[in-house]
């Protein structure tokens, strides 16, 4: 693989499992020194040995994103490891599930905190250094990509707030896309329909049946295939920006 991504350093939220951990074995595998960031901090240690372990260069850097100057001291702290900041990805999720007149307005809070919060958070603190890497970068660019859904492009029954969360980003994305085209930062947006990842796994019991029920026979995305689209779009020359790649299971119907 040519490595396309070689001299920069890219940033991956949520990095500990699942889309996140995938994402940063293929920027790494493209050349990029991958910066981990979540919380679980051992998970973050192993998915870096298996990296160095592959050739590849990665950084350790524990935070999480719902706290504002976490997520800041996180871009700092790999400012200062790395010397710079070429791409972002915003992939630090939480989905909840539940009918509006039932659900814990706790969840509605830790949907919004991590799915939005931390996507602001993020993003806010890394657009200086991107605007800065895109214009001594000999490849011209820098990238942002958030992690979204379908669920950013249609609504359902039980997922109003996680779709409200994903259509918002959305629609941040697209604003600032606007924004930075004159600094040579792409922003996009990868929207995975079901993925075979641990986010279900955080559902209460009587939304986990649910979901089982829903996906019961399809052939789940794996987290590589979300992985793929990003690597995708943060290797276009200069001149192509994607904004924004939908990939479904192929049995998928929404």
Known sequence: MTAVLSGTVALVTGASSGIG???ARALAAHGATVALVARRVERLRRLADDIESAGGTALVVPADVTDAQQAADAVTAVIGAGGRL???VNNAGLMRMGAAAQAPLTDWDDMVAVNVMGVLHVTRAALEHLTAAAADSPRGVADVVT???TGGRVARPGTAVYSLTKFGVNAFSEGIRQELIGSRVRVGIVEPGTVDTE???QLSPAAREAFDRNTAG??????EDVADAVAYMVTRDRRVAVNE??????????
């Open 21 to 23: 951990a995938a994402t």
């Open 199 to 201: 986010i279900s796994d």
């Open 86 to 88: 070429d791409t972002v």
């Open 218 to 223: 399809m052939v789940k995305l794996m987290p």
């Open 147 to 149: 992690i979204s859904s």
């Open 245 to 254: 790649i939908l990939v479904r299971a192929a049995e998928q119907t929404w």
